[in-house]
């Protein structure tokens, strides 16, 4: 029997993160069955940039707006539903947290140490980013 080939399917997201007393903190978010803690990221959307469409994630899934970098910091693969993805992912300064956003009722945010943040990510190439890329970019 011949073995499925399972389509990478390309989405984008942030790494949200803000400066407090000199530390260095990452929003991450739940799920939306709140079975465990991820970053902001979705589907790429149809006439935006990568990095415009991890913007838009940010504010539907995180509540948080600020001025995306424009250039990749890297891209983890995770599996869902038989599906495999790629993220590729862009650092997101939050200047502005909202109290009200689109996916409010299906999530909880929490703001962390970088260390905290990795720890709880599931995908090891995921918490290798975080950990590696908000320290060379303080």
Known sequence: MAQKTSKVLQQSGVIPYRIIQG????LLITTRKRQ?????????CKGMSPHESAAKEAWEEA???GRVTTEKL?????????????????L????EVLE???EATARERKWLEVNQAAEL??????????QTSLIMNQ
Do not use: H
Not at 92 to 95: F, G, S, T
């Open 121 to 130: 990510v599931k995908e090891n190439s995921l918490k290798r980013i975080i």
């Open 63 to 65: 509540g948080v707006l």
């Open 92 to 95: 997101l300064p939050v200047e």
């Open 23 to 26: 530390k260095v903190e990452i």
């Open 100 to 102: 009200d956003w689109p």
């Open 36 to 44: 465990g803690w991820v970053i902001p990221k979705g589907g790429l």
């Open 74 to 90: 890297g891209n983890y693969k995770y599996r869902k539903r038989g599906n495999i993805y790629r993220v590729n992912l862009f």
